[in-house]
């Protein structure tokens, strides 16, 4: 049974750093692609890219220019970092496993509100 | 990126009823649409993968259909543990794109 858990800050203030780590249990996190999906009422579901087990990456060009996504296999964990946050970044940030790089999302964590406010 | 619509944005329905909910592509995705279900405070759950394959574990009431650029997902016969809001997310091209969802509520 695939268990996600998202972590980090619930409070960012406005330009700085959003840092989110996710940890992964119930298998093997050196097979599959891992994304960062976020849920705010103003823009509803968006991807924000993943990391793969190999430590690949591919971002949302909405965001690449400010997201850096990591992975630590030793550890079971991934992270992301988004940078410059706005009012706009403030949304529940799901991680989530892909099986193949197919972008069907298989498993979710259970999301962690993140808010940007000073 | 593609575009993702669907309709109703709402519904209201009752235990036992049928339920259709409709999503359109701004392009044509094949069958690279998947359906998701939230409840309240709870993350997306899959449903359907590939248009039509049902997730492992998801009740046989949930069926999806379509290609190309309209789809539908249907429930036939609605339980009281199905209200809750519906999203389609097309998997043809990268970013994955989500609809804005359909919330089923009860009448």
């Known amino acids: 049974q695939v268990q996600l858990q998202e972590s980090g800050p619930g409070l960012v203030k406005p330009s700085e750093t959003l840092s989110l780590t996710c940890t992964f249990s119930g298998g093997s996190i050196s097979r599959y692609y891992w994304s960062w999906i976020r849920q705010s009422p103003g823009k509803g579901l968006e991807w924000i890219g993943y990391?793969?087990?190999?430590?690949?990456?591919k971002y949302n060009p909405s965001f690449k220019s400010r997201v850096t996504m990591s992975i630590d296999t030793s550890k079971k964990e991934f992270s992301l970092k988004l940078r410059s946050v706005t009012a706009a970044d403030t949304a529940v940030y799901y991680c989530?496993?892909?099986?193949?790089?197919?972008?069907?999302?298989?498993?979710w964590g259970q999301g962690t509100l993140v808010t940007v406010s000073s | 990126d593609i575009q993702m619509t669907q309709s109703p944005s709402s519904l209201s329905a009752s235990v036992g009823d049928r339920v259709t909910i409709t999503c359109r592509a701004s392009?044509?995705?094949?069958?690279?649409l998947n359906w998701y279900q939230q409840r309240p405070g709870k993350a997306p759950k899959i449903l359907i993968y590939g248009a039509s394959s049902l997730q492992s574990g998801v009740p046989s009431r949930f069926s999806g259909g379509g290609s190309g650029t309209d789809f539908t997902l249907t429930i036939g016969s609605l339980q009281p543990e199905d209200f809750a809001t519906y999203y389609c997310?097309?998997?043809?091209?990268?970013?994955?794109?989500f609809g804005p969802g359909t919330t089923v509520d009860v009448k």
């Open positions: 990391v793969s087990y190999s430590g690949t990456t």
């Open positions: 392009q044509s995705i094949s069958s690279h």
């Open positions: 989530a496993r892909d099986d193949r790089e197919t972008y069907e999302f298989l498993d």
């Open positions: 997310q097309q998997s043809f091209s990268a970013p994955p794109t």
